[in-house]
């Protein structure tokens, strides 16, 4: 049988939600078992692909092949979506599709070696989701925004690096302040208020550190902002800002951000990984 796969990319942390709150993309990696010819735009991938090593964690059987757009070491989820990719496609290739018993193993041996559920869960499940251990639930969204997303051009991150930067313990006030805004963050897409989000990505316990390293980010999450954006964030571990905004007003915001990246026009994927025909 033919297997091929697309994935989402993602955002996660969304401000305060650390290693909690995932949002999927409409930018996808697809993924796929060669048989015969590889399709146009794809590679091959080795044993050391990470892509592979998830494919032969659940059985799968043959070699790789990977199409993706999505950019490495940005912050837009880009090992955790081929890590579903990999291990989505050795599930139906076993299992000849992919069942919500089939995603849940997807799920839980991506967030084995993701180390963190929040890019995968979004990846795997699609929407906004909030994902603690093995639990994942969906929030629902009052709002259908454009995301404005901006990658600078001549800088990545890698998550280790930039994780090993952040303080092991925190002050109780901190706490307080993240828990708060997340909790906002989670109220106000549900209910629809979009005023609220501006505050609710606010973030003391990871952003700080993380835009000392890539000042320009700061400078695009400040843009953002003026140009009328609804809220925006530091996706993932950087250096890619994102931003939520009214779809009429995307483009006034993609003009506002520094010259020094550039801008892609997307929305939020309702689903995740997903059999293609």
Same mark, same amino acid.
């Given at each position: 049988?033919?297997?091929?796969?697309?994935?989402?990319?993602?955002?996660?942390?969304?401000?305060?939600?650390?290693?909690?709150?995932?949002?999927?993309?409409?930018?996808?990696?697809?993924?796929?078992?060669?048989?015969?010819?590889?399709?146009?735009?794809?590679?091959?991938?080795?044993?050391?692909?990470?892509?592979?090593?998830?494919?032969?964690?659940?059985?799968?059987?043959?070699?790789?092949?990977?199409?993706?757009?999505?950019?490495?070491?940005?912050?837009?989820?880009?090992?955790?979506?081929?890590?579903?990719?990999?291990?989505?496609?050795?599930?139906?290739?076993?299992?000849?599709s992919l069942t919500d018993e089939g995603r849940r193993e997807v799920f839980e041996l991506t967030t084995e070696l993701e180390h963190?559920?929040?890019?995968?869960?979004?990846?795997?499940?699609?929407?906004?989701?909030?994902?603690?251990?093995?639990?994942?639930?969906?929030?629902?969204?009052?709002?259908?925004?454009?995301?404005?997303?901006?990658?600078?051009?001549?800088?990545?991150?890698?998550?280790?690096?930039?994780?090993?930067?952040?303080?092991?313990?925190?002050?109780?006030?901190?706490?307080?302040?993240?828990?708060?805004? !997340? &909790? %906002?963050?989670?109220?106000?897409? =549900?209910?629809?208020?979009? /005023? +609220? @989000?501006?505050?609710?990505?606010?973030?003391? $316990?990871?952003?700080?550190?993380?835009?000392?390293?890539?000042?320009?980010?700061?400078?695009?999450?400040?843009?953002?902002?003026?140009?009328?954006?609804?809220?925006?964030?530091?996706?993932?571990?950087?250096?890619?800002? !994102? &931003? %939520?905004?009214?779809?009429?007003? =995307?483009?006034?915001?993609? /003009? +506002? @951000?520094?010259?020094?990246?550039?801008?892609? $026009?997307?929305?939020?994927?309702?689903?995740?990984?997903?059999?293609?025909?």
């Amino acid at each position: 049988m033919t297997v091929h796969v697309r994935v989402p990319a993602t955002s996660a942390n969304l401000g305060a939600g650390f290693d909690v709150l995932g949002l999927a993309l409409d930018l996808y990696a697809d993924i796929g078992v060669v048989d015969g010819a590889v399709p146009d735009g794809a590679r091959v991938v080795d044993s050391h692909h990470i892509a592979d090593i998830a494919f032969r964690r659940l059985g799968g059987t043959g070699e790789l092949w990977e199409r993706s757009p999505i950019p490495m070491g940005r912050g837009l989820g880009y090992s955790g979506a081929v890590r579903v990719g990999g291990a989505a496609a050795a599930v139906v290739q076993r299992d000849g599709s992919l069942t919500d018993e089939g995603r849940r193993e997807v799920f839980e041996l991506t967030t084995e070696l993701e180390h963190h559920p929040d890019n995968v869960a979004a990846s795997v499940y699609g929407g906004l989701v909030a994902a603690v251990g093995t639990h994942v639930v969906p929030v629902p969204l009052g709002f259908a925004p454009a995301v404005v997303v901006w990658v600078p051009d001549a800088v990545t991150t890698s998550t280790d690096k930039s994780r090993a930067t952040l303080a092991d313990t925190v002050s109780r006030a901190d706490a307080v302040f993240n828990v708060g805004r !997340a &909790a %906002l963050f989670v109220a106000a897409c =549900a209910s629809g208020d979009t /005023a +609220a @989000l501006a505050t609710a990505v606010e973030d003391r $316990l990871h952003q700080p550190a993380r835009l000392a390293l890539v000042p320009e980010s700061a400078r695009a999450i400040a843009a953002a902002g003026e140009a009328g954006a609804w809220a925006a964030w530091l996706s993932g571990s950087g250096p890619t800002v !994102a &931003a %939520l905004c009214a779809p009429e007003q =995307a483009d006034t915001v993609a /003009a +506002a @951000l520094p010259p020094t990246g550039h801008v892609k $026009l997307l929305g939020i994927a309702p689903a995740g990984v997903v059999e293609v025909p």
